[in-house]
């Protein structure tokens, strides 16, 4: 019995993370237990576990007595997560320039080649995709389980703000460019460079991205 209230709390999570993510909750909405224990057909028990989970992820926060709440994502919070995410992506770019096998580097390249086009094309939607590849390929070839975990954490968070860097001005290029620098690093195995390059790049983003707000607010109040 155990094992199937682990299995279904885990999918009720998963299907509640997807939710969040897409918008379907927005950002300091209360979460109707009641209601989404009708929706989706399930008991009290796996969804406050499945709750519990999210809260730990940070997605959501929980009030003594009120229940839980979508969390809101402020301009500071990303001031504090983005560095933490540069140094660990940077160390996660540092193993894998010790670790990458020529056929990885090949593998790499051929990503990146997919890269350019997108950027090229200015295919946004379709660069997401691949640069969000080869930042996981990356954290795969450090080969550490907890930088890799711990990324992951942290980018759930920052997911939890909907951000479209690559649609700040000039963002799209200067991304590309700062990708290539990494893999140039990778390629001739030289690690401090590829941990300095990917943290200028994780940084990069979160300039991009308060330059992007900042542009939002001039408009709105224009």
């Known amino acids: 019995m155990r094992l199937v209230l682990n299995s279904l709390h885990d999918e009720v999570a998963a299907k509640l993370r997807e939710r969040i993510f897409a918008g379907d909750f927005a950002p300091g909405s209360f979460i109707d237990e009641?209601?989404?224990?009708?929706?989706?057909?399930?008991?009290?028990?796996?969804?406050?576990?499945?709750?519990?989970?999210?809260v730990v992820e940070g997605l959501l926060r929980h009030e003594p007595?009120?229940?839980?709440?979508?969390?809101?994502?402020?301009?500071?919070?990303?001031?504090?997560?983005?560095?933490?995410?540069?140094?660990?992506?940077?160390?996660?770019?540092?193993?894998?320039?010790?670790?990458?096998?020529?056929?990885?580097?090949?593998a790499l390249?051929?990503?990146?080649?997919?890269?350019?086009?997108?950027?090229?094309?200015k295919r946004?939607?379709?660069?997401?995709?691949?640069?969000?590849?080869?930042?996981?390929?990356?954290?795969?070839?450090?080969?550490?389980?907890w930088l890799a975990q711990t990324i992951t954490d942290l980018r759930k968070i920052v997911k939890l703000a909907r951000l479209q860097q690559l649609h700040a001005p000039g963002r799209l290029e200067q991304s590309l460019s700062e990708h290539m620098a990494v893999f140039a690093a990778l390629k001739a195995r030289d690690a401090e460079g590829a941990e300095a390059a990917m943290r200028t790049h994780i940084t990069r983003q979160r300039v991009a991205l308060r330059e992007l707000a900042r542009n939002t607010k001039s408009r709105l109040m224009a």
């Open 109 to 121: 390249e051929q990503l990146h080649d997919r890269l350019n086009r997108a950027a090229r094309g």
């Open 124 to 145: 946004i939607n379709e660069y997401y995709d691949v640069n969000f590849t080869i930042h996981e390929a990356i954290i795969t070839l450090a080969n550490n389980r």
């Open 34 to 54: 009641p209601a989404l224990c009708t929706e989706m057909s399930i008991s009290r028990t796996p969804l406050r576990e499945a709750l519990k989970v999210l």
């Open 65 to 106: 007595r009120r229940g839980c709440f979508v969390n809101e994502i402020t301009e500071r919070d990303l001031d504090e997560i983005f560095p933490v995410i540069a140094l660990l992506e940077g160390r996660c770019a540092f193993e894998a320039a010790s670790h990458a096998s020529d056929a990885d580097l090949v």
